[in-house]
């Protein structure tokens, strides 16, 4: 059976562990490809345009949302960020499994322009071990630790409106999980 393109949101709390998710599943589904979101902040170093974000000016990006060239976009601190319309839409009709790691409100917004999108959320085994897993990053500092474990709570109480869950317990099962999944949506397979 020919296999479909899809589009897949892919969300869950800092650290639950989307990011490593989404790594082991392109190294499984061939046809996956993981969606290049555009910002206006400058680029870091080492960044390049189109690999890590599409680097827009305000005006650029004003110009984009004023398009409905976005499925989602936010503001985010001092920066806007979106995904935009167009690479997403080719790359769903060369029949490729795209995907989206963004939160969930992005996930909502995208869910609202696209239908026929599935939601898939990321869910760590229990709140003692997320904020083990913050701490361990060794990245950020108690408030913004603090800050992260709030957010991940209000997280939490939307996963019932998302179409998938993954509890990211143990990495292999997980990533068999979510790769079965995919799968099943490219060939038709999946019944719910």
């Known amino acids: 059976m020919a296999r479909q393109g899809n589009l897949y949101v892919i969300s869950g709390p800092s650290g639950a562990g989307k990011g490593t998710l989404v790594a082991r599943l392109l190294e499984r589904v061939p046809d996956a490809w993981v969606s290049v979101s555009a910002t206006t902040r400058a680029p870091r170093a080492g960044e390049?345009?189109?690999?890590?974000?599409?680097?827009?000016?305000?005006?650029?990006?004003?110009?984009?949302?004023?398009?409905?060239?976005?499925?989602?976009?936010?503001?985010?601190?001092?920066?806007?960020?979106?995904?935009?319309?167009?690479?997403?839409?080719?790359?769903?009709?060369?029949?490729?499994?795209?995907?989206?790691?963004?939160?969930?409100?992005?996930?909502?917004?995208?869910?609202?322009?696209?239908?026929?999108?599935?939601?898939?959320?990321?869910?760590?085994?229990?709140?003692?071990?997320?904020?083990e897993r913050l701490r361990g990053r060794g990245t950020e500092p108690e408030d913004v630790i603090a800050a992260r474990m709030k957010v991940a709570q209000v997280e939490l109480q939307q996963k019932m409106k998302y179409d998938y869950t993954v509890v990211n317990d143990d990495l292999e099962e997980a990533t068999q999980k979510l790769v079965a999944y995919i799968e099943d949506q490219a060939t038709g397979n999946y019944e719910g």
Not at 55 to 84: C, I, R, S
């Open 48 to 131: 390049v345009d189109g690999v890590q974000y599409y680097f827009m000016t305000d005006g650029q990006f004003d110009d984009l949302v004023a398009q409905d060239g976005f499925l989602e976009w936010a503001n985010v601190h001092t920066a806007k960020y979106g995904t935009p319309r167009a690479s997403v839409e080719e790359h769903i009709a060369a029949g490729e499994q795209v995907i989206l790691e963004i939160d969930v409100q992005g996930g909502f917004q995208v869910k609202e322009k696209f239908p026929s999108c599935h939601l898939v959320f990321i869910e760590p085994p229990s709140m003692e071990i997320l904020l």
